[in-house]
T-cell receptor, first 114, second 111 residues
Framework: EAQVTQNPRYLITVTGKKLTVTCSQN?????MSWYRQDPGLGLRQIYY???????DKGDVPEGYKVSRKEKRNFPLILESPSPNQTSLYFC?????FGRGETQYFGPGTRLLVL | GQQLNQSPQSMFIQEGEDVSMNCTSS?????WLWYKQDPGEGPVLLIA?????ELTSNGRLTAQFGITRKDSFLNISASIPSDVGIYFC???????????FGTGTRLKVLA
């Protein structure tokens, strides 16, 4: 089944404790992206990757890191989480841009930073 | 960061009614996308628009790419209970790989 998977789905952590949220897709997509969703703010793009070893900042990259060493994986790293990073996080992937561009979203990771 | 203004923020409608929502931007976009998010799920693409003035349908859903390229509209005809969810618009400028999302319209359908 074609899908985007994220782990963990739920995470409670404390301020300053490094964490990684994994994202994997099995559709051979070139483009991958991370978003955070907050009430009243909709979805905001954190980072995106056009291909292996090619990443760039979205609108809200502060406090986050990403890497794209393999095509299928795009982990999101919070080196020193803070309470304002409490949010619902989505990973997404798409084959390309232009006609037919469709981002497939993962199921989400709900993060609480105490 | 940039965001799209989406309205209304929420709607309560009776089953069978038609629904309209819109999205406006201060910037020009070359691609407009409409997504639906069911409770507890990630967003799913409903309609994609690539040309100013374009009108595209997907079942009971119809979306339009505004001629100024700064707005887009989504209509749902004869709403049913499973239309409940949050609808997001998103825009992308040609030559960029960044997506800007709207703040969402939360739709509730009363049977």
């Amino acid at each position: 089944e074609a899908q985007v998977t994220q782990n963990p789905r739920y995470l409670i952590t404390v301020t300053g404790k490094k964490l990684t949220v994994t994202c994997s897709q099995n559709m051979n997509h070139e483009y991958m992206s991370w978003y955070r969703q907050d009430p009243g703010l909709g979805l905001r793009q954190i980072y995106y990757s056009m291909n292996v070893e090619v990443t760039d900042k979205g609108d809200v990259p502060e406090g986050y890191k990403v890497s794209r060493k393999e095509k299928r994986n795009f982990p999101l790293i919070l080196e020193s989480p803070s309470p304002n990073q409490t949010s619902l996080y989505f990973c997404a992937s798409s084959l390309s841009f232009g006609r037919g561009e469709t981002q497939y979203f993962g199921p989400g990771t709900r993060l609480l930073v105490l | 960061g940039q965001q799209l203004n989406q309205s209304p923020q929420s709607m309560f409608i009776q089953e069978g009614e038609d629904v309209s929502m819109n999205c406006t931007s201060s910037s020009i976009f070359n691609t407009w996308l409409w997504y639906k998010q069911d409770p507890g799920e990630g967003p799913v693409l409903l309609i994609a628009l690539y040309k100013a003035g374009e009108l595209t349908s997907n079942g009971r859903l119809t979306a339009q790419f505004g001629i100024t390229r700064k707005d887009s509209f989504l209509n749902i005809s004869a709403s049913i209970p499973s239309d409940v969810g949050i609808y997001f618009c998103a825009g992308r400028t040609s030559g960029t790989y960044k997506y800007i999302f709207g703040t969402g319209t939360r739709l509730k359908v009363l049977a």
